[in-house]
């Protein structure tokens, strides 16, 4: 569902071919107040153990915006869950990498790229402990993921020029969807201050203005480039 009306270390499988509950490939929030490793990871292997049927897609943010993707290039899908936003980068013709810190999850993206022919690099990763390395990607795309201390370094972990997609709720929202905890939510605009070292190429958020029936709500979405 979009909200349009939208462990310590990394454990790889190469493949050929943290999210919320109610968004189908979206990772819970995740900051050091949670629980250990352990523990999250259980919930989220327990979440994840029935599979879904339904092919994962890929966050609004990045099926609206495809078209500024490059031809070639590395990506990275951080806190990936399902992996539609992985399949969607694969079929684009990246070199990708998934990460989730639920092993099921991670499985259940092995099968799918594999039933589909797609090559992604899938891996098990808390982000927190193990997050990317500078310079490592042209594409990054987060949804349904908000660790604000995260920020500089996901600025970091891209190449000069590349992109960052990312989509997440906002404070914000209609009543009753996505996560009740202020920490989970972005402020107005906080988006841009995250990120405010990247250039801006494509802004969303709605609030509740107009018709909310209508448009892309609840979420903020944000396509930025690293220019140096």
Request: hydrophobic residues 40%; charged residues 20%; aromatic residues 6%.
């Amino acid at each position: 569902m979009s909200g349009c009306v939208v462990n310590r270390s990394c454990r790889t499988t190469t493949l050929h071919s943290f999210r919320l509950a109610g968004h189908k490939n979206s990772h819970q929030h995740l900051d050091m107040k949670h629980p250990p490793l352990s523990d999250i990871q259980r919930k989220w292997d327990a979440r994840y153990q029935q599979p879904d049927t339904a092919l994962p897609v890929a966050a609004e943010v990045l099926l609206q915006n495809r078209h500024l993707l490059p031809k070639t290039g590395s990506a990275l899908d951080l806190a990936c869950g399902r992996g539609g936003n992985a399949l969607l980068l694969a079929e684009q013709g990246l070199t990708v990498k998934a990460q989730d810190i639920s092993p099921v999850v991670i499985a259940q993206l092995q099968q799918t790229a594999q039933k589909l022919n797609l090559n992604i690099a899938a891996e098990t990763c808390d982000v927190l402990a193990t997050p990317p390395s500078a310079e490592q990607y042209d594409v990054l795309v987060v949804s349904y993921y908000l660790e604000r201390s995260l920020a500089t370094k996901l600025i970091n972990a891209l190449k000069p020029g590349g992109l960052l997609f990312y989509q997440t709720w906002c404070q914000q929202k209609t009543p009753g969807r996505g996560p009740q905890n202020p920490d989970y939510l972005l402020a107005d605009n906080e988006l841009l201050t995250l990120f405010a070292g990247l250039k801006v190429r494509v802004y969303r958020e709605e609030a509740q203005l107009g018709d909310m029936t209508a448009g892309c709500r609840d979420v903020a979405m944000l396509v930025a480039q690293r220019l140096d």
